[in-house]
């Protein structure tokens, strides 16, 4: 049973436009989201974190919002660049210990169009 | 300072067959997770190393697997036998004992290929 759901495979966005990367989770006790970026052959890089008691947080172009009651956060990149392609994956984690293990999504493959 | 990285980054072996992974983590930190991705599915969580203590091996898929970390250094990833569906990608990361954020580094993966 997934409890983090990224439930767009793929996702196409002009260059210089917003990109919007939805995910969703299941588990009550996530309170520590995060977002990795992927390029083919590397590992996942870390990119933006929100904790549970924020509901946005901004890092340069990357914006992470986060709605608790609707178990809902979003990933805003803007404007888009060509090396903004890459798959992200959405990720979670419990409060309690910080050093736990990350649930991760199934990823979104970002496509930035010319 | 160098990075997570892992040997070899692809092994083809036949069904049956064992095959080792290493990872060496970033110098200096105690945590060392492996996670493992199924072509198009997400990344999963195997097993938490907490210098060379196990701290949690809950993802870990049977007893095909052993995972070790003598001396809290690097740590190794053994599969015997390797069966077709322990295909995949398989990602070492690392990360400091800290209160605060949950920053795990990853390595660039162990592509296994099980025919």
């Known amino acids: 049973d997934q409890q983090v759901k990224q439930n767009s495979p793929s996702l196409s966005v002009q260059e210089g436009r917003i990109s919007i990367l939805n995910c969703d989770y299941t588990n009550s006790m996530f309170d520590y989201f995060l977002w990795y970026k992927k390029y083919p052959a590397e590992g996942p890089t870390f990119l933006i974190s929100?904790?549970?008691?924020?509901d946005k947080n901004e890092d340069g172009r990357f914006t992470v919002f986060l709605n608790k009651s609707a178990k809902h956060l979003s990933l805003h990149i803007v404007p888009s660049q060509p090396g903004d392609s890459a798959v992200y994956f959405c990720a979670a984690s419990a409060e309690r210990n910080r050093d736990d293990k990350i649930i991760f999504g199934k990823g979104t493959r970002l496509h930035i169009l010319p | 300072e160098a990075g997570v990285t892992q040997f070899p980054s692809h092994s083809v072996i036949e069904k049956g067959q064992t095959v080792t992974l290493r990872c060496d983590p970033i110098s200096g930190h105690d945590n060392l997770y492996w996670y493992r991705r199924v072509m198009g599915k997400e990344i999963k969580f195997l097993l938490h190393?907490?210098?060379?203590?196990?701290?949690?091996e809950s993802g870990m898929p049977n007893n095909r697997f052993l995972a070790e970390r003598t001396g809290g250094t690097y740590s190794t990833l053994k599969v015997q036998p390797a069966e077709l569906e322990d295909s995949g990608v398989y990602f070492c990361?690392?990360?400091?004992?800290?209160?605060?954020?949950?920053?795990?580094?990853f390595g660039p993966g162990t592509r296994l290929t099980v025919t």
């Open positions: 990361a690392s990360s400091r004992i800290q209160g605060g954020v949950n920053e795990q580094y």
């Open positions: 929100i904790s549970s008691i924020k």
């Open positions: 190393f907490v210098k060379e203590s196990k701290q949690d």
